[in-house]
């Protein structure tokens, strides 16, 4: 819960007694509850101090009990905290809920405590059985957040810890906790029980003046945790200690019949539940990730739990190693002087020992020298943190979960939380392994990794991917279990549901390449018949265009992945050649933002067709469209642009008929908005179209001679589109271009005498012996990859 407060008291009727040697002893005529903050380190402390002192016959704990049976694998060497318990609904695992402990955390340390001393140790909350089931009842609302809309300020929900920093004249809840409770020793106390009995007041105090604080589901919870109390003191007297959230403190040692409480749990909604543990993540234990009970700086916390003895010196340390790591330079002198600038700050403020507010002034003013830019560095890393917990393998799973760690194992693929870049050689059985299990995860809604563009080779048989688990994806884990126990099963069935129920031809053509790369040698036949279906009820061209491109690229990968994709050649040679026919028409009468849309798929079809199977008849059918589209006058300038680059670029269209064509297209008859979309299309969107300006000084001379010509008042019309076209250019490209405007290329559009430059810096023709001499290291790299 946010506003849960580290505070509470003794049970009703409690009292400590010393015992010989000056100790104090827990007297058990009535229960000792243990109210806590949630992951707060001087709970944890305190918790353990009393739990020694009073050595009760039983251990109950806020949380679902449903995880009860869970329990004793606490005990195991190989669960690493953080974990979070996680339950879900059988029938719906997206319906799901978490309940994250740290080593810090007061509930962890009461579990370890009473497995380490064979005392019986239960879970007392609302089961997660009802809960989970309620979660849309809007009468029972978030627990974690307030009621939208809500006007009502009695309805508004208190943060106690806020409350009782007001009244203690602190202006920030964090500080005043940590004065009160995390600088205090918690061996050091002479009554280990004190602490509770003075906070357990406090929160009385507060639950008398607040009632439930806006909190409606808290009374259901507080009945159940007062019902298993009474069914724990039946069996193990009144020898039983609780550990809750403080704020639960009053309500648990609140006179109440079990009658009444019994009557108000009759009649909850229930579902199946599924309980595990789960790795956690001090990122996630932190409240801007949107738990609740969250906490500002679990990486912090975890220090002060964790120090032995001088922990501002040991924090100091770190910190210091952490910069060192990043080249900064930070010697034992600022960490000696930072620690006495701490420690002055905290006597200037009033403060027990130096905070988390003191050591970061600190650092930021000696370690960083005043930069907010390394200190981010710090809170990211160690105010924060990025410690991953881990579970046993004997944890419960569901079988598709148990699958994915076999293949995670057997492929050296763990699970980190950190995100990291990985390389991927397709050749590899390994790597391809890997590359399977990511895109078949990706189908099936784990996104554990997404695809980069690689540092390296960008041939067809490399990857490269950025990994990053997080907690949140084990959920996602049990919501795909119901396509299957393992990860092939599953994602085939996926694909094949999804082949079944897409209509977009577009959305089919990005399943088909999806499958190939996830290799789904089942689903594919079932995609490829609905793609088939697909496109032969699907006459408009812009969606075919779409198409066409995700199964051109899927192609690709039947050489390196062995896949047989002779279907799917077919379909795409079909989709192509219908694109050849209904593309001209299509591309009439469109306004500005058609003719843009049009062009990026202009752009798609002519690569796909350069990466399907040789065709010579296709290739000519194509190269005739882009002629009919470069000089039909009825089609945008921004298409006839494109269409007559596309041409020269493959050598497809003579550069004095290129030449002919801008003339024609930059006439003083021609509307001037008109001619700028050409130039747009001709020279803009790719990388080569500032330097072909660069190199042909005919083409640039037109296009200068036409900006000259363009009247005043079309100069304003035509502006955005020249800045977006040459705006797009590099800044060397830009600046050549300038130069050579300056210096005054040949207007007339003319070509250079024999033997003469075209532009300035530049020889008069190629040079053939000088380019032959790249030839031995291009081979030596092509033979090195294999291409």
Do not use: N
């Not at 048989?461 to 119901?482: D, Q, S, Y």
């Not at 129920?501 to 996830?518: D, G, K, P, Y």
């Amino acid at each position: 819960m946010t506003t849960a407060v580290t505070t509470a008291g003794h049970g009703a009727g409690a009292a400590s007694a010393t015992a010989p040697g000056g100790e104090k002893r827990w007297q058990g005529r009535e229960p000792l509850v243990l109210g806590v903050r949630h992951h707060g380190p001087g709970s944890a402390r305190a918790v353990q101090t009393a739990l020694d002192a009073a050595m009760p016959r039983a251990v109950l704990i806020e949380g679902p009990p449903e995880g009860d049976a869970l329990l004793p694998l606490a005990a195991d060497e190989s669960m690493v905290p953080p974990v979070a318990l996680l339950a879900h609904a059988v029938d719906d695992p997206g319906r799901a809920a978490f309940w994250p402990m740290a080593a810090f955390s007061p509930e962890w340390v009461a579990i370890r405590w009473a497995l380490a001393h064979e005392v019986p140790v239960r879970f007392i909350d609302l089961p997660a059985a009802h809960s989970l089931a309620a979660a849309s009842d809007p009468t029972w609302g978030d627990e974690d957040e307030a009621q939208p809309g809500s006007t009502d300020e009695a309805a508004l929900r208190i943060d106690p810890l806020a409350v009782l920093a007001d009244a203690a004249g602190y202006d920030d809840p964090e500080r005043w906790w940590e004065d009160v409770i995390e600088h205090r020793g918690g061996s050091a106390v002479a009554d280990p029980f004190a602490p509770f009995a003075v906070l357990g007041e406090a929160m009385a105090a507060l639950r008398e003046e607040y009632g439930h604080g806006g909190r409606d589901r808290d009374l259901v919870r507080e009945a159940h945790m007062r019902v298993q109390l009474y069914v724990a003191r039946k069996e193990f007297g009144h020898e039983v200690a609780v550990v809750c959230g403080a704020w639960h403190v009053p309500a648990l040692t609140a006179k109440s019949t079990v009658t009444a409480d019994r009557a108000l749990l009759k009649g909850l909604p229930k579902v199946k539940t599924e309980t595990t543990w789960v790795p956690w993540t001090h990122r996630r234990l932190a409240r801007r990730t949107g738990y609740g009970a969250g906490i500002d700086s679990p990486g912090w916390y975890a220090h002060l739990f964790g120090a032995p003895d001088r922990p501002v010196e040991r924090w100091m340390t770190k910190v210091a190693g952490l910069l060192r790591d990043e080249d900064r330079f930070v010697s034992s002198a600022h960490v000696i002087e930072a620690v006495r600038l701490a420690g002055t700050l905290a006597a200037m403020r009033g403060r027990p020992l130096a905070g988390l507010s003191e050591t970061t002034d600190a650092i930021r003013a000696v370690m960083c020298d005043g930069s907010e830019v390394p200190l981010e560095l710090v809170q990211d890393r160690l105010i924060i943190g990025d410690v991953l917990g881990e579970v046993p393998e004997s944890a419960p799973a569901v079988p598709l979960q148990r699958d994915l760690a076999r293949l995670q194992r057997s492929l050296r693929l763990k699970p980190e939380l950190l995100e990291r870049e990985l390389e991927l050689d397709l050749r590899k059985e390994t790597d391809s392994g890997r590359s399977r299990l990511l895109h078949r995860l990706r189908l099936l809604s784990v996104d554990w990794g997404a695809t980069a563009a690689g540092r390296g080779s960008t041939g067809t048989f490399r990857e490269t991917w950025r990994l990053r688990w997080e907690p949140e994806l084990f959920v996602k884990v049990a919501e795909a279990g119901i396509w299957g126990t393992t990860v092939l099963a599953a994602a085939t069935a996926r694909a094949e549901s999804e082949a079944a129920s897409v209509t977009a031809l577009a959305e089919v053509t990005a399943l088909a390449e999806r499958c190939l790369l996830a290799e789904l040698p089942d689903a594919l036949p079932v995609v490829m018949k609905a793609l088939a279906d697909r496109a032969a009820l699907d006459a408009d061209v812009g969606h075919l265009a779409q198409a066409l491109p995700a199964l051109a690229r899927s192609l690709r990968y039947g050489d390196v992945r062995s896949t047989d994709t002779a279907a799917l050649g077919e379909v795409a040679t079909g989709l192509a050649e219908r694109i050849c026919v209904g593309l001209p028409p299509a591309c009439v009468g469109l306004d500005a933002d058609g003719a843009a849309e049009m062009r990026g798929h202009l752009d798609g079809v002519h690569t796909a067709v350069g990466l399907l199977p040789e065709s010579e008849e296709l290739s000519a059918r194509w190269t005739e469209v882009l002629r009919r589209l470069a000089v039909r006058d009825t089609v945008p300038g921004v298409i006839r642009g494109r269409a007559a680059r596309l041409l020269l670029d493959d050598g497809r269209l003579e550069e004095d008929e290129a030449a002919r064509l801008m003339g024609l297209a930059l006439s003083p008859g021609t509307p001037p908005a008109d001619a700028a979309a050409w130039i747009e299309g001709f020279v803009g969107g790719t990388a080569g179209g500032g330097m072909l300006l660069v190199h042909d000084e005919r083409l640039l001379g037109l296009v200068d001679a036409w900006l000259v010509s363009v009247p005043g008042d079309a100069f304003t019309d035509v502006l955005p589109l020249l800045r977006r076209t040459f705006s797009a250019y590099e800044p060397g490209v830009r600046r050549t271009l300038g130069e050579l405007v300056r210096r005054g290329p040949a207007a007339t559009g003319t070509a250079p005498a024999a033997g003469e430059s075209g532009v300035p810096g530049f020889g008069a023709g190629i040079d053939e012996a000088r380019a032959d001499s790249v030839l031995p290291v291009l081979r030596l790299i092509l033979e090195g990859e294999h291409v």
